[in-house]
T-cell receptor, first 108, second 121 residues
Framework: EIVLTQSPVTLSLSPGERATLSCRAS???????FAWYQQKPGRAPRVLIY???TRATGIPARFSGSGSGTDFTLTINRLEPEDVAMYYC??????????FGPGTKVTI | QLQLQESGPGLVKPSETLSLTCSVS??????????WGWIRQSPRKGLEWVAS???????FINPSLKGRVTMSVDTSKNKFSLSLTSVTDADTAIYFC?????????????WGQGAHFTVSS
């Protein structure tokens, strides 16, 4: 079973700074099926990145994804107050379906 | 763009069956690029994928919930449904329905607002 681990648990930064969020898989996974989501309080998650590095429609360019194998990164450049949220990584594999990481909380 | 809306009872007694329906608008549920899924969220387990169904009725279910989950789709009404049997307190959660785009990649692109369900006697 593939387990996703995210770090840090909480990230506190100032506006304009860069946020670097990490997600590690317990075994190598396909980048094609790796995604990142943002969830604000009281709202449903929203896909930010799919295929490990492709921004979803309408997502600002300050969000970028990278990585392969077991290590993936979500970078938020020039952090804005509206970016305060939980961020989850996500992976799909046919043998177990979809798995979400535990999340990283970004605060300003 | 797609819009999804969950419906169902907010309270279910232990050992009973939880039944949820998701209404899809803004597009047809008959789309070979899409599956239709349920994801739940609780403080204890975080985000947990429950199951997904295609318009053909093909279903795949979280292995940890297999045996308790049934999915169905009503193409005439553009709806899909989840049935979860023998519920316990561990099934208390916010349940989201979502469209699952699976072509080249696979991710949930549109989500309902979520519906809170509590298991309690």
């Amino acid at each position: 079973e593939i387990v996703l681990t995210q770090s840090p648990v909480t990230l506190s930064l100032s506006p304009g700074e860069r946020a670097t969020l990490s997600c590690r898989a317990s075994q190598s996974v396909s980048s094609a099926y790796f995604a990142w989501y943002q969830q604000k309080p009281g709202r449903a998650p929203r896909v930010l990145i799919y295929g490990a590095s492709t921004r979803a429609t309408g997502i600002p360019a300050r969000f970028s994804g990278s990585g392969s194998g077991t290590d993936f990164t979500l970078t938020i450049n020039r952090l804005e107050p509206e970016d305060v949220a939980m961020y989850y990584c996500h992976h799909y594999v046919s043998s177990q379906g979809f798995t979400f990481g535990p999340g990283t909380k970004v605060t300003i | 763009q797609l819009q999804l809306q969950e419906s169902g009872p907010g309270l279910v007694k232990p050992s009973e069956t939880l039944s949820l329906t998701c209404s899809v608008s803004g597009g047809s549920i008959i789309n070979n690029d899409y599956y239709w899924g349920w994801i739940r969220q609780s403080p204890r387990k975080g985000l947990e994928w429950v199951a997904s169904v295609q318009h053909t009725g093909y279903t795949f279910i979280n292995p940890s919930l297999k045996g308790r989950v049934t999915m169905s789709v009503d193409t005439s009404k553009n709806k899909f449904s989840l049935s979860l049997t023998s519920v316990t307190d561990a099934d208390t959660a916010i349940y989201f329905c979502a469209s699952q785009f699976c072509t080249g990649s696979c991710y949930f692109d549109y989500w309902g607002q979520g519906a809170h369900f509590t298991v309690s006697s």
